[in-house]
């Protein structure tokens, strides 16, 4: 069995900045109900590390898994998709 060593990514949404080098990141997704199979949407925050912290609310971002941080950071922003309209 071999182990990976490819980060993960995920891309989200900045829903907040207040912090310095930190933000949190709302990624959503998909699944489908268990009976009906009818899809909902679901989402999950993350705190990411953003070094020059130039991140603002509302800016797609992708972020990817790293090791940790601090007691809940263990994702880094890496690129900024699309800023905020």
């Given at each position: ?27 959503s ?17 993350f705190m ?5 912290n ?7 971002v ?13 994702w ?10």
């Open positions: 069995m071999s182990i990976s060593t490819e980060a993960k990514s995920r891309v989200g949404t900045i829903l907040s900045n207040a912090m310095e080098k930190s933000v949190v990141v709302q990624v997704y998909l699944v489908a109900h268990k009976l009906y199979k009818k899809r909902i949407k679901k989402s999950s925050k990411a590390h953003d070094e020059k130039i991140s603002e609310v509302g800016d797609k992708k972020i990817v898994s790293t090791r940790p941080l601090s007691k809940r950071k263990r880094e922003v890496t690129e900024i998709i699309q800023k905020r309209k």
